[in-house]
């Protein structure tokens, strides 16, 4: 209390210029006036209310029987527009049937309930010197009788009983998941795996990569996956086919490509988004979620946004058969990035 | 019932109703003595003023919410297991999906006013946040949270997390291709918690994402466990409001020590029941008028499409546009291991850092003021202008956020170029809350300033007269005495002074002594004093037509004592 510096704290009237006479504060006038609204003393406007609210209650009652009529009224065939008419009727009906009933209290309240304000007076929640010395005294009595001041090493033991107790509930989930293991850097991709389209899992002949255009991919054995959503979430791939020559030039993935057809993990390193959007005249893959932006040119470095590291390139060749096919896994984890990710 | 209100003479039942009810209040009151209840609560007095309301529509939302959920939960299948779709909409037919989605579907297809429960469902999800938001903005702003409600207000910020949460867990369970990427987003939030991401992960997702049993986990959370913790500590926060009794404005009659209102029956039982029924068919209205969600448009759960332009739900924007304004440089590698600050400071530190300031403002503000008395009048937000300022800051940072969630969208709107809008949004980060403050900082004394001039020259009535000598002046109407009060009633805190080199005895001033007292001259340098009546009475001494410039503190008396001299 003594930090409190209000204003005019410390001041008795005497240091007042004008020796007292003017209080140091203002006094609280105290409520106004209460103003008497027209029905508390015109019978016709008290009757107007009524009926008003009585109205309010017709029209709820309105709202329910439509929302009933149009429950059985409309039909679902499983197209958008009867859907539609059933969720505008519905809504409507349902919607006044209850809102109605509020406005009717509500209005009822205002108009006919009386509206003279009423006082509750303040208690501090601190309680009386009696209370709280009969509180202090009971505390204090507890203790003592429970005697476990004078045996500490029942406290202790049971404060350290207690703090072991819940152990088994987090051991229980131990078992909520498997350990994560090397599960993150290992995708389908393997030597000879073929590159197929997302969804249908048809192989791409490297003939039919035209240059320009982009596919999305999935490895060809992905639904004999038993978790083949899970293993999606890894392996997705997009391939583009550029000239060749607009990627810079680099000794470590040299035979990555097959004549400009480059295989980038799809799965963006920042959250893990699908890097879904590809700008065909500058070569940029765009993550439409939080918009990193990779280069093609400079092998899916980052160009823009919150991802650091560049998409994994995936090494691809051809098979006897003019397949595309994978030359091994993603040399590094796809996706987002974790901790043991090295 | 027939009874004059605020009579308390003694009640004979004369008509049958009135014979049955007696009859029933005796077996009542003597089993679970609601004769003692009916006293202590039914004229119990509640303050009238529409920002109270804020916090009913957060509570009947959530009861909307419950309603409006159990429907659901009659015909939603947590499951994760992949079935083909035969729901009678004809463009998924076949469709291979789970049966999370296929029974969401069948929701919106084939259950009459099944498609009106989920708006419903979605809509008071929206607004049950959205609520809560601006009911902890309006107890902010006005020091409601100050002693004895301390606790409260972090059984509010409780909530409102508790909150967040619920609504995340809600929004993957139609397992659709927005909740399914949102939910991707999030184990990549996850996977960027050091050391442990990983293994949190894979104890989530029951393995790797998306595995099979994330859907059923989110949904015992979402429909138990989580509306269970919520339902208690909304019990516990209203009881604190009973014990406390509500906080009012001030305004004449109204002291720290009464409560001035209506009483709980009848009045602001029918306006609050009412309201609820208000609430409640303003959001089937506007849930049968305006869908959102389309989950139909979307499809299934696939990791590898996304759709351009994708949105959280409206109270996870702040952290998807922190995400967004981050840039990537902040990860590195460490002894062989991956540290992704791109991702976990936005994601995850800073989320956590604005719900630890939230729950130490009221503790830092009281020690700051040092002020231990109960406070139950409220401030008008102009006369705290520096914890004005701070909130104000606060919303702005937040709006900055929750913008740059949009900005493709804006990028696409406005045709801007997506990286120069990030980059202006990356500065408005750090430019726009301090200027914020500083400018509601100056708005709230600038309105002090002008209260004081009101308090003491009052009403400019445009009624120009000339004196005999010839003088001009614009004759003012004085306030009354209960208009007066607002303008005059509060009281204002001075800066603790700062400690001396060394105290009396030698020792010096400690480092917790020192900031404390600087945190003081930060928050109550600036202070525009309320009008005393010593100041009114030298004002109208003065003539109503000369101007008083505003002195405050000693000055005020210096030149008080001057001026009060007779010409």
């Known amino acids: ?41 015109d019978p016709r406007a008290a009757k107007r209310a009524e009926r008003q609210v009585l109205v309010m209650l017709g029209l709820s009652a309105l709202g329910t029987i439509f929302f009933i009529v149009a429950y059985f009224a409309v039909p679902l065939d499983g197209t958008f527009a009867t859907l539609q008419v059933s969720n505008i009727t519905l809504g409507l009906g349902l919607g006044f049937g209850i809102f109605f009933i509020g406005t009717a209290a509500v209005h009822l309240a205002k108009t006919l309930m009386p509206d003279t304000e009423m006082f509750d007076e303040r208690h501090p929640q601190r309680g009386t010197k009696e209370e709280r010395d009969d509180a202090a005294a009971i505390m204090v009595q507890s203790g003592q009788e429970s005697g476990l001041g004078r045996r500490p090493f029942i406290l202790g033991g049971l404060v350290g009983a207690a703090a072991l107790a819940p152990l088994p509930a987090v051991v229980l989930l131990r078992d909520l998941g498997p350990l994560p293991g090397d599960a993150l850097a290992e995708t389908l ?16 002949l490297a003939s039919d990569v035209t240059l320009g255009s982009v596919f999305h991919v999935i490895p060809e054995n992905l639904y004999e996956s038993d978790h083949f959503l899970d293993e999606k979430a890894k392996a997705a791939v997009l391939i583009m086919r550029v000239d060749p020559d607009v990627v810079e030039y680099d000794e470590d993935r040299v035979g990555w490509d097959v004549d400009g057809i480059y295989a980038f993990s799809k799965i963006c390193t920042h959250v893990g988004c699908p890097v879904a959007l590809y700008e065909q005249q500058t070569h940029h893959l765009l993550c439409p979620c939080h918009q990193s932006t990779f280069d093609l040119t400079q092998h899916c470095k980052v160009i823009f946004g919150p991802a650091k590291r560049a998409l994994p390139q995936l090494p691809i060749s051809v098979d006897d058969e003019g397949y595309l096919v994978a030359q091994s896994d993603f040399l590094e984890p796809p996706g987002p990035s974790y901790w043991e990710r090295g | 019932m027939s009874t004059p209100a605020g009579s308390t003479a003694a009640f004979t039942p004369t008509s ?25 609560f039914a004229r119990k007095v509640f ?32 499951s994760m297991t992949l079935v083909e779709y035969e729901g009678s909409y004809a463009p998924m037919y076949g469709v291979t999906m789970s049966e999370a989605y296929a029974s969401s579907l069948n929701l919106s297809f084939d259950i009459r006013g099944g498609l009106l429960m989920r708006q419903v469902h979605h809509w008071s999800a929206l607004i049950f946040v959205a609520a809560i938001v601006v009911h902890m903005l309006r107890v902010f702003f006005t020091g409601a949270f100050r ?60 393995g790797e994402f998306p595995g099979e049993t994330i859907i059923p986990r989110l949904y015992i959370l979402h429909v138990f466990v989580l509306p269970g913790i919520i339902l208690a500590v909304i019990a516990l926060h209203l009881a604190l409001v009973v014990a406390h009794k509500h906080t009012q404005y001030p305004g004449p009659g109204r002291t720290n020590d009464n409560v001035v209102g209506f009483p709980l029956m009848p009045v602001y039982a029918a306006k609050a029941g009412g309201f609820f029924f208000i609430v409640f068919g303003v959001i089937i209205l506007i849930s049968g008028l305006v869908s959102i969600n389309a989950i139909w448009v979307y499809g299934p759960y696939d990791p590898s499409p996304v759709s351009a332009g994708t949105q959280p739900d409206w109270y996870i924007g702040f952290v998807d546009g922190l995400l967004r304004l981050m840039p990537g440089q902040p990860e590195f590698t460490l002894a062989g291991f991956t540290l992704s600050l791109n991702v976990f400071l936005p994601s995850l530190v800073v989320p956590g850092l604005m719900v630890m300031a939230l729950l130490a403002y009221p503790f830092l503000e009281q020690w700051v003021t040092g002020d231990n008395r109960e406070h139950h009048l409220l401030d008008r937000p102009r006369n705290a202008p520096v914890r004005t300022g701070i909130g104000v800051m606060a919303i702005t940072s937040y709006c900055v956020m929750w913008a740059a969630a949009g900005n493709d969208l804006m990028a696409l709107a406005f045709r801007m170029s997506i990286n120069d809008l990030t980059w202006f949004l990356r500065f408005m980060f750090f430019v726009l809350p301090p200027v914020a403050f500083v400018v509601t900082k100056r708005i709230c004394l600038s309105l002090q300033r002008k209260d004081r001039e009101l308090a003491l020259h009052g009403h400019e009535t445009g009624r120009v007269v000339r004196t005999a000598d010839g003088e001009y002046f614009e004759v003012h109407e004085p306030l009354s005495d209960t208009e007066r009060w607002l303008l005059v009633q509060h009281e204002t805190y001075r800066p603790m002074a700062i400690p001396p080199k060394a105290h009396e005895d030698g020792r010096k001033p400690s480092v917790v002594e020192r900031v404390r007292a600087n945190l003081s001259g930060f928050f109550f340098e600036d202070r525009v004093e309320p009008v005393t009546p010593r100041e009114l009475a030298a004002a109208q001494h003065h003539g109503e037509h000369e101007a008083i410039e505003q002195p405050t503190g000693d000055e005020a008396a210096r030149r008080e004592l001057t001026s009060g001299t007779p010409d």
Do not use: C
Not at chain 1, 189 to 204: C, K, M, Q, T
Not at chain 2, 16 to 40: H, N, P, Q, W
Not at chain 2, 54 to 60: D, N, V
């Open chain 2, 147 to 206: 002693k004895p409600r301390e606790f409260n207000w972090v059984l509010g910020v409780v909530l409102a997390v508790l909150a967040l949460a619920e609504g995340f867990t809600g929004y993957s369970l139609p397992d659709d291709l927005l909740s399914g990427n949102g939910l991707r987003i999030i184990e990549g939030v996850i996977l960027a918690i050091p050391v442990v991401g990983t293994y949190i992960t894979f104890f989530l997702f029951g």
């Open chain 1, 189 to 204: 991709w393997d030597e000879g795996v073929r590159l197929a389209l997302d969804p249908s899992a048809e192989p791409i």
């Open chain 2, 47 to 78: 303050p009238d003023h529409w920002s109270f309301m804020l916090g009913e529509i957060a509570l009947y939302s959530f009861v909307i919410l419950l309603i409006s959920g159990t429907f659901l939960a009659l015909f939603y299948v947590p």
């Open chain 1, 1 to 41: 209390m003594s930090d409190v510096q209000l204003p005019n704290s410390g001041q008795t009237a005497a240091d007042e210029p004008d020796g007292g006479r003017t209080p140091v504060r203002f006094r609280n006038p105290g409520l106004p006036a209460h103003r008497h609204r027209m029905a508390d003393f």
């Open chain 2, 16 to 40: 049958r109703t009135a014979r049955l009810s007696a009859g029933a209040a005796d077996y009542l009151d003597e089993r679970i003595g609601a004769a003692r209840l009916v006293k202590g």
